[in-house]
T-cell receptor
């Protein structure tokens, strides 16, 4: 069965600092990988996805993620964090082409001004 | 509509009552998904539809849970004889195509069973 691990429950960074959120997955085949962001009282919004091809994918809001098959990882990065990036971030692996997602437990990001 | 709409946003019910949660997806979206999110956890897959056909219901916890999408648009998730452990945020999402490239989530329905 597929699974996703997000080892960091909470992360605090200063505005302007760089950010890396970790995600490790377990999946037998080539994974479909996603990062979603959830702001308070909002639905989840897709930041970026990886299906195949270039292992470095660019997303919205200046985020990027790198797929590393050898490490079963799909870490999310941003070079300079803005206060508005404070939210909860979920990594997910997709079965059936993304029709059935398994999410990690999320990482809560706090941004200090 | 402009986004995925869910109702009610909040539902408080007593144990043993039935509840129905409604999802109105983005117009024209082929697929509709239901997820459940407990506090401090990520969303957990329940079921999904392509048009009116339920494609996968492997995530429904037991036979008290059912879902339908009779006309390929609005969907209802029904929980019969609710129990306290059913308390959670129920999230609906839709996608333009299947397989899904991107899911568009609604704001969720918060269910509290007393």
């Amino acid at each position: 069965a597929q699974s996703v691990t997000q080892p960091d429950i909470h992360i605090t960074v200063s505005e302007g600092a760089s950010l890396e959120l970790r995600c490790n997955y377990s999946y037998g085949a080539t994974p479909y990988l996603f990062w979603y962001v959830q702001s308070p009282g909002q639905g989840l919004q897709l930041l970026l996805k990886y299906f195949s091809g270039d292992t470095l994918v660019q997303g919205i809001k200046g985020f990027e993620a790198e797929f590393k098959r050898s490490q079963s990882s799909f870490n999310l990065r941003k070079p300079s964090v803005h206060w508005s990036d404070a939210a909860e971030y979920f990594c997910a692996v997709g079965e059936g082409g993304g029709n059935k997602l398994t999410f990690g437990t999320g990482t809560q990001l706090k941004v200090e001004l | 509509g402009a986004g995925v709409s869910q109702s009610p946003r909040y539902k408080v019910t007593k144990r043993g009552q039935d509840v129905a949660l409604r999802c109105d997806p983005i117009s024209g979206h082929v697929s509709l998904y239901w997820y459940r999110q407990a506090l401090g956890q990520g969303p957990e897959f329940l079921t999904y539809f392509n048009y009116e056909a339920q494609q996968d219901k492997s995530g429904l916890p037991n036979d008290r849970f059912s879902a339908e999408r009779p006309e390929g648009s609005i969907s209802t998730l029904t929980i019969q004889r609710t129990e306290q452990r059913d308390s959670a945020m129920y999230r609906c999402a839709s996608s333009r195509t299947s397989p899904a490239g991107e899911l568009f989530f609604g704001e969720g329905s918060r269910l509290t069973v007393l």
